[in-house]
């Protein structure tokens, strides 16, 4: 018996791959749909197509209990009404289906002056950014009031986790690792929230396996990981097993190159996240998830670079 049937939109991108192997192996039966399978899960269904399709989305959860939506448009793509289209699309596709979708949330929605950030915080994003993202979430409750679904959002810090690329470990602590240097994001002793991403999709899966519970409409904040930049220094050196140059991020060379490269302009906006703490909170959420249900950090940490070092660097051998 299995506990039902899921559909991951966005099978390929960072919380879409997690979450196709956490479903997996949460024993439900998992569908994905991409573009292409560039990403295989064993064990689980891929559906070729294109998630812009109204008709391609509805047919790809037709038998699903509950999807996933993890769709996600390049950091350059989210503005001109792109970003709230693509989720239309989903919304259109699950209306009046009573099927449950689960939405990955992001810690935009919030100042940076929001220190503690609790599921009932008013919302009140950076532009724009921010703006899109409370938008979407907007159209996420309306939905669940209206269209006959239910909404669950699991909002989290920035990812991180093996098998991922150009993320904030590959393309800003380790993008001057082959000269034996890595960045900290912010100031060593300042504190930031981290999803590890196989933690962050078995939490979807707790979650969808507890959907009867809630609402029609649920919004949950995961904690993860709140550690110094200085403690991720520390752990990814004790990871590799040796002393590496610690220096800053060069922000101000990602935002030179922003002057020419949209997708280096976004990232740079974005820098208030790494120069501010803002501790993502919600007392129910881990009393659902239970006591020790995130990974150790230091593994967390040691799995994740480990793999990419391996991959990106294989003159850099790990001790």
Same mark, same amino acid.
């Given at each position: 018996?299995?506990?039902?049937?899921?559909?991951?939109?966005?099978?390929?991108?960072?919380?879409?791959?997690?979450?196709?192997?956490?479903?997996?192996?949460?024993?439900?039966?998992?569908?994905?749909?991409?573009?292409?399978?560039?990403?295989?899960?064993?064990?689980?269904?891929?559906?070729?197509?294109?998630?812009?399709?109204?008709?391609?989305?509805?047919? @790809?959860?037709?038998?699903?209990?509950?999807?996933?939506?993890?769709?996600?448009?390049?950091?350059?793509?989210?503005?001109?009404?792109?970003?709230?289209?693509?989720?239309?699309?989903?919304?259109?596709?699950?209306?009046?289906?009573?099927?449950?979708?689960?939405?990955?949330?992001?810690?935009?929605?919030?100042?940076?002056?929001?220190?503690?950030?609790?599921?009932?915080?008013?919302?009140?994003?950076?532009?724009?950014?921010?703006?899109?993202?409370?938008?979407?979430?907007?159209?996420?409750?309306?939905?669940?009031?209206?269209?006959?679904?239910?909404?669950?959002?699991?909002?989290?810090?920035?990812?991180?986790?093996?098998?991922?690329?150009?993320?904030?470990?590959?393309?800003?602590?380790?993008?001057?690792?082959?000269?034996?240097?890595?960045?900290?994001?912010?100031?060593?002793?300042?504190?930031?929230?981290?999803?590890?991403?196989?933690?962050?999709?078995?939490?979807?899966?707790?979650? @969808?396996?507890?959907?009867?519970?809630?609402?029609?409409?649920?919004?949950?904040?995961?904690?993860?990981?709140?550690?110094?930049?200085?403690?991720?220094?520390?752990?990814?050196?004790?990871?590799?097993?040796?002393?590496?140059?610690?220096?800053?991020?060069?922000?101000?060379?990602?935002?030179?190159?922003?002057?020419?490269?949209?997708?280096?302009?976004?990232?740079?906006?974005?820098?208030?996240?790494?120069?501010?703490?803002?501790?993502?909170?919600?007392?129910?959420?881990?009393?659902?998830?239970?006591?020790?249900?995130?990974?150790?950090?230091?593994?967390?940490?040691?799995?994740?670079?480990?793999?990419?070092?391996?991959?990106?660097?294989?003159?850099?051998?790990?001790?």
């Amino acid at each position: 018996m299995t506990k039902g049937n899921v559909t991951v939109l966005g099978s390929n991108g960072h919380i879409g791959n997690a979450a196709m192997i956490a479903f997996r192996d949460a024993d439900w039966d998992v569908a994905g749909l991409g573009r292409s399978n560039r990403r295989p899960v064993s064990k689980t269904q891929f559906i070729q197509g294109n998630a812009n399709d109204l008709g391609v989305v509805k047919a @790809a959860i037709a038998e699903a209990d509950v999807v996933v939506h993890a769709l996600h448009l390049p950091y350059d793509k989210w503005g001109n009404g792109a970003a709230e289209a693509q989720l239309q699309v989903v919304i259109d596709a699950m209306t009046g289906s009573g099927k449950t979708l689960l939405f990955p949330g992001t810690i935009y929605n919030y100042r940076a002056s929001d220190r503690t950030i609790a599921p009932g915080l008013r919302q009140s994003g950076e532009k724009p950014r921010g703006e899109i993202r409370i938008r979407l979430e907007e159209m996420l409750r309306d939905a669940a009031e209206t269209r006959g679904f239910q909404v669950i959002i699991l909002r989290a810090g920035d990812f991180f986790g093996p098998g991922n690329r150009d993320d904030w470990y590959d393309a800003g602590m380790f993008m001057s690792f082959a000269g034996g240097t890595v960045h900290h994001m912010g100031d060593l002793d300042m504190r930031h929230s981290w999803a590890y991403l196989p933690d962050l999709a078995h939490a979807f899966a707790v979650l @969808a396996e507890k959907r009867d519970q809630f609402a029609r409409f649920e919004n949950f904040h995961f904690a993860g990981h709140w550690v110094s930049h200085g403690q991720i220094m520390a752990a990814v050196q004790s990871a590799l097993g040796r002393k590496l140059k610690v220096t800053p991020l060069p922000w101000w060379l990602l935002g030179a190159m922003g002057l020419v490269n949209p997708v280096m302009r976004d990232i740079h906006r974005m820098r208030y996240i790494w120069t501010n703490e803002m501790e993502l909170v919600d007392p129910r959420l881990d009393a659902l998830l239970g006591p020790g249900f995130a990974t150790p950090f230091e593994t967390a940490v040691a799995a994740t670079v480990t793999e990419l070092v391996e991959a990106k660097y294989p003159m850099k051998k790990v001790a």
